[in-house]
Every structure is written in structure tokens, then in C-alpha cells.
């Protein structure tokens, strides 16, 4: 069973190797910044790459007192969601003191006194005393490509929904694999701890002669940045259309909770929908942390799993009291919007 995870992606800037720069994936990656932060009590921090793990790490050195800024050469942050929320989290993250440097990409880290600059395009400079670098992964697939296992999405190996490489008895699971969209019904790389324990257990299985069949990713994933909690699940608008599918995607504000009660907050939801018969598709969510954004999530991520109509939401039975809900659940709400939207868009 070949399960050799992934590696950091080492992007083309100079001065990755000077000290003070942390390409960060590992926990012995995580353990050297740790000791940076104590025994150099850095003030400030740029931190390359605005995904999920950068943002976290944003969040963690501003607790720690380090004035942070994030580059991020797209135009939002956390470019797996909308940018429409990307830009509430980049918003969130300005709110607790981070710079954000969007459409920056950065070329080059040079020494600058005792410490670092990093230099990016168009015209950005930033000092800092510590640089983190987290911009993705690929799957490290080295050693079974050069074994003679065939390779696909990414570079990813190629295995079948039994976890089966083309070798024989040789099984493979997690982040060094592609893994079947059940969405898309093709594969995918979607390098997640969710994804790589469910594969994992299948290839185990299947190589001590039993017959598992994995049932497939969803590329569900939550996030929290701050106050907020950034969640996702399925297709996005251009995902669907690229695979095919007429998606709609509508976007609503609802409360998480009765407003009446104490501590209500709004919730950004996205619902996207094929307009050609109704399923539902993907969701994305931002809303406070206690907003039950995960719970949701998964709601979406449940009926996203059994190819139900984005209409079937709104049916669910779900649980309700006002400290925690609505008789229409958020996410409901967020559903008849998408089934409004999608009358209206049907008779123009
Ligand atoms: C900072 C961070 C935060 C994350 N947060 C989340 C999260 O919140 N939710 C989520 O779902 N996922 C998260 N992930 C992703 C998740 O950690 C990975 O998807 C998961 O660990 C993949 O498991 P794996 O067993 O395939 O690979 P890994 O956990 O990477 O394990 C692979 C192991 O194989 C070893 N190895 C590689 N090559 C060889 C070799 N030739 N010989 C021997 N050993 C070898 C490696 O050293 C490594 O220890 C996060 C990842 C990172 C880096």
C-alpha cells in the first residue's frame, strides 16, 4: 500500500533557502517555525499564499503579536470559494490587523539587515523577520511512477475506485492519489485528511482480500479564519459548467438563528444548481463560527452525496429551535432562493 502523501509545492522565488523562510507542510515544518517564534521572537511576518493554510497561519502568529501580511497572487483570498466571499474573508482578516496583499506575485526573497524583504510584482516590498510559504501541494508519486505505476490527474497515481494501481498488488490511498468526484463521476485531485483516511481503509481492506469500494469525494472542506468559518462542498459555477452541466448559482444573506434570539449572525451562502432537472451541485458558506457553518455544510454535503435536488433541501426534516435555527433551516432558505432564482431564470 504505497501512501506517501504529498509535498509542497517550492514555487520559482528566489532566497527560499535563506534562513527565516519556511516552505511549511510537516509537522517538523510546523516545529521550526515554533522555534523561530520563541527563541527569535519575530515582530513580523509575510506569508505567501492566501489558501487555507496560509490564512490559518495568518490567524495563529497575529495571536502570537506578529504583524502579519498575506500575498496572494489571485485577485481573493481562499480562491476555492467565490471571490464575492473571499472578499468578506479578506475583509474579516484586515479586521484583526493582517495586511492583504492581493494580484501580488511574489519573485524573490532577499536579506534586508538583520532580517528579510520580499519582493513581488507589480512594485511590492515588504519587510518582514519571517517569511512562511504555503502555496498547495502535489502528490508525491514519485517512488510508484518509477515502480511503473501509471500517473494521472496532477501527476497523481492512478488508482481505481477499489484503490487499485495498475500494478499488481500494489494498492495506493491519500494525498500521492487521485480520487473519484462523485459529482463529476471522474477523477479528481483533492488532497484532504477526510478523503485520505476513507482511501486509506479501503486500501487496507482490499489488500488483505477484501472488496471496497470507495464512494467517491465531494471536495467538502471548512475553514476557520478568525471569527469565521468558511465552508464548501461540490461544484462551483465554472466547475459545473466545465463538466458540463447548466449551473445557476444564487447567492442569499440569511440569519443562522431566529434574529429575536441572542447572538444571531448573518450567513453568505452560494447554492449552485443544474437548471436542467434541479440537482444540486455545490454550496459554499461564510458565516460567524458559531453559526453552525460545518453542520450545514454537511447537510449539503449529505444531499450532494445522494444527488438530490437542491428543491429536495428545503424538504428535509432538520431540527429547529431558535438559539440554534429557523423552522426553514438557513441552508433551506438559501434553497428556495436558488428555486425562486431558477423559476424566474426558466420563463425568461
Ligand atoms: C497544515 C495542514 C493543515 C491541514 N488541515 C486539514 C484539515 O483541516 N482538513 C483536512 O481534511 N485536511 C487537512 N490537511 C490535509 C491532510 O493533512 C492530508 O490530506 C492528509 O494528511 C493526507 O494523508 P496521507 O496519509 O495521504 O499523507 P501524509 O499525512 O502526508 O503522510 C504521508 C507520509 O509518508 C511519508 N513518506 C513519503 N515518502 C516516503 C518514502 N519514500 N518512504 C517512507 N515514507 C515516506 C511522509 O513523510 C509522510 O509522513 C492539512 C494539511 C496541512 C499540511
Same mark, same amino acid.
Given at each position: 500500500?504505497?501512501?506517501?502523501?504529498?509535498?509542497?509545492?517550492?514555487?520559482?522565488?528566489?532566497?527560499? $533557502?535563506? =534562513?527565516?523562510?519556511?516552505?511549511?507542510?510537516?509537522?517538523?515544518?510546523?516545529?521550526?517555525?515554533?522555534?523561530?517564534?520563541?527563541?527569535?521572537?519575530?515582530?513580523?511576518?509575510?506569508?505567501?499564499?492566501?489558501? /487555507?493554510?496560509?490564512?490559518?497561519?495568518?490567524?495563529?502568529?497575529?495571536?502570537?503579536?506578529?504583524?502579519?501580511?498575506?500575498?496572494?497572487?489571485?485577485?481573493?483570498? &481562499?480562491?476555492? +470559494?467565490?471571490?464575492?466571499?473571499? #472578499?468578506?474573508?479578506?475583509?474579516?482578516?484586515?479586521?484583526?490587523?493582517?495586511?492583504?496583499?492581493?494580484?501580488?506575485?511574489?519573485?524573490?526573497?532577499?536579506?534586508?539587515?538583520?532580517?528579510?524583504?520580499?519582493?513581488?510584482?507589480?512594485?511590492?516590498?515588504?519587510? #518582514?523577520?519571517? +517569511?512562511?510559504?504555503?502555496?498547495?501541494?502535489?502528490?508525491?508519486?514519485?517512488?510508484?511512477?518509477?515502480?511503473?505505476? #501509471?500517473?494521472?490527474?496532477?501527476?497523481?497515481?492512478?488508482?481505481?475506485?477499489? &484503490?487499485?494501481?495498475?500494478?499488481?498488488?500494489?494498492?495506493?490511498?491519500? *494525498? !500521492?492519489?487521485?480520487?473519484? @468526484?462523485?459529482?463529476?463521476?471522474?477523477? =479528481? /485531485?483533492?488532497?484532504?485528511?477526510?478523503?485520505?483516511?476513507?482511501?486509506?481503509?479501503?486500501?487496507?481492506?482490499?489488500?488483505?482480500?477484501? $472488496?471496497?469500494?470507495?464512494?467517491?469525494?465531494?471536495?467538502?472542506?471548512?475553514?476557520? +479564519?478568525?471569527?469565521?468559518?468558511?465552508?464548501?462542498?461540490?461544484?462551483? *459555477?465554472?466547475?459545473?459548467?466545465?463538466?458540463?452541466?447548466?449551473?445557476?448559482?444564487?447567492?442569499?444573506?440569511?440569519?443562522?438563528?431566529?434574529? /429575536?434570539?441572542?447572538?444571531?449572525?448573518?450567513?453568505?451562502?452560494?447554492?449552485?444548481?443544474?437548471?436542467?432537472?434541479?440537482?444540486?451541485?455545490?454550496?459554499?458558506?461564510?458565516?460567524?463560527?458559531? =453559526?453552525?457553518?460545518?453542520?450545514?455544510?454537511?447537510?449539503?454535503?449529505?444531499?450532494?452525496? @445522494?444527488? &438530490?435536488?437542491?428543491?429536495?433541501? !428545503?424538504?428535509? *426534516?432538520?431540527?429547529? %429551535?431558535?438559539?440554534?435555527?429557523?423552522?426553514?433551516? %438557513?441552508?433551506?432558505?438559501?434553497?428556495?432562493?436558488?428555486?425562486?432564482?431558477?423559476?424566474?431564470?426558466?420563463?425568461?
Amino acid at each position: 500500500v504505497v501512501a506517501t502523501g504529498a509535498q509542497p509545492i517550492h514555487p520559482p522565488i528566489q532566497g527560499l $533557502d535563506l =534562513a527565516g523562510v519556511h516552505v511549511l507542510h510537516t509537522m517538523g515544518d510546523s516545529f521550526a517555525v515554533q522555534e523561530a517564534l520563541t527563541s527569535r521572537r519575530p515582530s513580523s511576518a509575510v506569508i505567501i499564499g492566501g489558501g /487555507y493554510i496560509g490564512l490559518e497561519m495568518a490567524e495563529a502568529l497575529t495571536q502570537r503579536g506578529v504583524a502579519v501580511t498575506v500575498v496572494e497572487q489571485l485577485p481573493t483570498v &481562499m480562491p476555492n +470559494v467565490d471571490p464575492e466571499l473571499g #472578499a468578506s474573508i479578506r475583509q474579516e482578516l484586515e479586521r484583526h490587523g493582517v495586511q492583504v496583499a492581493n494580484q501580488v506575485k511574489v519573485t524573490a526573497v532577499r536579506r534586508h539587515g538583520a532580517g528579510l524583504l520580499v519582493a513581488g510584482a507589480p512594485g511590492f516590498q515588504q519587510p #518582514a523577520e519571517l +517569511v512562511l510559504v504555503v502555496v498547495g501541494v502535489r502528490p508525491n508519486a514519485e517512488l510508484a511512477a518509477a515502480a511503473g505505476a #501509471a500517473t494521472g490527474v496532477g501527476g497523481a497515481i492512478r488508482v481505481d475506485r477499489r &484503490m487499485r494501481t495498475n500494478l499488481p498488488d500494489v494498492w495506493a490511498a491519500g *494525498d !500521492c492519489v487521485e480520487t473519484y @468526484h462523485r459529482v463529476l463521476d471522474r477523477p =479528481a /485531485y483533492l488532497p484532504l485528511g477526510t478523503t485520505a483516511h476513507k482511501q486509506g481503509r479501503i486500501a487496507g481492506e482490499n489488500a488483505i482480500g477484501g $472488496d471496497r469500494v470507495f464512494a467517491g469525494s465531494l471536495g467538502t472542506q471548512v475553514v476557520k +479564519v478568525f471569527e469565521l468559518a468558511v465552508a464548501r462542498t461540490g461544484l462551483r *459555477d465554472d466547475d459545473a459548467k466545465d463538466a458540463g452541466f447548466a449551473p445557476l448559482t444564487v447567492a442569499a444573506v440569511e440569519y443562522d438563528h431566529k434574529a /429575536y434570539y441572542p447572538g444571531a449572525h448573518l450567513v453568505q451562502l452560494r447554492i449552485t444548481g443544474d437548471q436542467q432537472g434541479g440537482r444540486l451541485l455545490g454550496t459554499q458558506l461564510v458565516g460567524h463560527r458559531d =453559526a453552525e457553518v460545518a453542520k450545514r455544510i454537511d447537510v449539503a454535503a449529505t444531499g450532494l452525496f @445522494h444527488a &438530490m435536488m437542491v428543491e429536495g433541501l !428545503c424538504d428535509l *426534516d432538520l431540527s429547529y %429551535t431558535p438559539p440554534f435555527g429557523s423552522p426553514w433551516d %438557513t441552508l433551506q432558505l438559501g434553497a428556495q432562493a436558488w428555486v425562486r432564482e431558477a423559476g424566474h431564470a426558466a420563463r425568461r
